[in-house]
Structure formats: C-alpha cells, structure tokens
C-alpha cells in the first residue's frame, strides 16, 4: 500500500527565496539538496520521482518534503503581527540539521581543562620516569587520577589539538592591568 506525499505550495516570494538559496554559493551542498527536494516536490513530483533524478535517496525527499510542510504550515498558521518575515535565514532555519543527532559528549569541559592543566605539569612530578608526556600516557595518568572513568589517546590529541587550557594566571593579570 502506497502513502500519498504531503503536498507542497509555494506563492512566487516563497519560491524566489528558495530558488536563491539553492543558487547561491556559500550554502552547503547539503542544504542546497534539501532545498531542491522541495522545490521538485512544489512542482507536483513524487518523491519516488525525484530521488532517481536528483540522485536523492527516496526516504530523504520524503523526509524533507514533511518538515518543510510541517514549517511552512506552522509559519502560516502564526497570527500575521507576530510571525517572523519569510526570508533566507527563516528558510535555512528549517533546513538546518537538529541538535541532538550524533553521539553525545562523555567528557565535561571541566574534565577537559583538568586533562589539559595535566599537560602543563612535569610527568616526572607523576613519579613517571618519562620527560615529556605523550598521548597515551595522559590517558593513563588521567584516568588513574579520576579525572574521568575512561578516555581514549585520540579524545586526549584532540584536547590539546582545541587547546582547552585558560591561559597563564600572569597573562590574565596583565591584561586586567593595562585596562586600569
């Protein structure tokens, strides 16, 4: 048994706006197949259509063709003095990705600064008899402290890499210095 699409209208502006969007070249590949996916479905095509000729997958038109309606019909449906103006930002804001997708954080910002403030000191001070600390042995030495349960050598590259360390308390006090 078939479903039937949502259908999609667009007025001239709304369409304009999209057109636009796709046509531009600082908007990301991503959101520009998202926006032609509604463009095609405004056209009258089905999303068993549209996805072999725009090499789309089927449950991704349809997917979008749903949230761009569920919107447009929540835009329309807004009392006319409050509802925002329909424009590029608006538009984009429904294409955006939702928060919440993708894998969690596991690590806290404040276990970060620890992991990092840890790179700052000697290992020598940790009774290891290296100089220089590597990846792995942060790993080792944060997780032997308690600073978090487990932590991978990339998690902890990637730490360093973001430089999660608040500067020299010297620095701070320079600057507070010469705004006086």
């Given at each position: 048994m078939s479903r039937t699409a949502v259908t999609i209208k667009l007025d001239d502006s709304e369409h304009g706006i999209l057109t636009k969007i796709y046509h531009k070249r600082s908007v990301p590949e991503f959101i520009k197949q998202r926006i032609l996916a509604v463009?095609?479905?405004?056209?009258?095509?089905?999303?068993?259509?549209i996805a072999p000729k725009h090499g789309l997958e089927v449950h991704f038109v349809g997917m979008w063709r749903n949230r761009f309606a569920k919107h447009q019909r929540c835009w329309k449906q807004t009392d006319e003095p409050l509802r925002p103006a329909m424009n590029e930002t608006l538009i984009l804001g429904w294409h955006a990705d939702q928060k919440g997708r993708g894998r969690k954080e596991t690590i806290t910002p404040e276990q970060r600064i620890k992991i990092a403030a840890m790179s700052l000191e000697s290992p020598e001070q940790s009774g290891l008899p290296v100089t220089q600390w590597t990846s792995a042995l942060l790993a080792d030495e944060a997780i032997r402290r308690g600073i978090v349960d487990t932590i991978s050598v990339s998690s902890v590259r990637t730490i360093l890499k973001k430089r999660f360390v608040a500067p020299p308390q010297s620095i701070l006090a320079q600057c507070q210095n010469r705004r006086s």
């Open positions: 463009l095609a479905a405004a056209s009258g095509w089905q999303n068993k259509e």
